[in-house]
């Protein structure tokens, strides 16, 4: 399938909001992903895109969605502590480094693990390469450094599924704000 004339480029990087079967919001796909459950009818569309793209093939046409909803119900396993990846803890840290504010793009460890600093929630933060050069394996206080934001572990059930910040997309917010309640 190929955007249709008029649609923007960029389309296809562009992600879709997939709802369960109840309307619970349960992650974030790209619109590929998402195309593809339409038409193998394991998903139906709530709502098309804002800007009515469409994608055409030689046989089909389909307008993009920006939410689609699971035709059947799936159940998500309860987790009483929410794993530690590097995505997630980006995410919680705003992709921005906890030293100076920049554009993080590594992770660092609070108290270097070659001192005895654990791989946990509440020692892990996100940073930009230099202030992780230069932090090395030194503790805080050595530096004379300070955090901008306190590590700790997220909460909400589906706090690292939707990052509904990034994408602004105003067919959303319905949906989303059934979390941040």
């Not at 480029?9 to 998402?34: F, I, Q």
């Not at 892990?124 to 805080?140: F, G, T, Y």
Request: proline residues 7%; hydrophobic residues 40%; aromatic residues 6%.
């Amino acid at each position: 399938m190929s955007p249709a004339r008029g649609s923007e480029d960029g389309k296809s990087s562009r992600h879709v909001l997939l709802l369960n079967a109840s309307y619970e919001p349960l992650t974030t796909l790209p619109m590929r992903r998402a195309i593809l459950l339409v038409l193998r009818d394991k998903a139906e569309v709530v709502h098309d895109d804002v800007g009515g793209a469409t994608l055409r093939s030689a046989t089909v046409s389909v307008s993009v969605p920006s939410v689609i909803r699971l035709r059947r119900y799936i159940r998500v396993p309860y987790r009483r502590r929410i794993p530690l990846t590097r995505v997630a803890l980006m995410r919680r840290d705003r992709y921005l480094c906890a030293y100076c504010g920049k554009r993080a793009e590594t992770i660092d460890h609070v108290i270097p693990r070659s001192r005895g600093g654990a791989h946990v929630w509440e020692n892990c933060v996100a940073s930009c390469k230099p202030c992780n050069h230069r932090k090395a394996d030194h503790l805080l206080d050595a530096l004379g450094w300070e955090l901008k934001v306190t590590p700790h572990v997220p909460r909400g059930l589906h706090w690292r599924l939707i990052n509904g910040d990034q994408h602004g997309d105003p067919q959303w917010a319905p949906y989303i704000a059934v979390i941040a309640a």
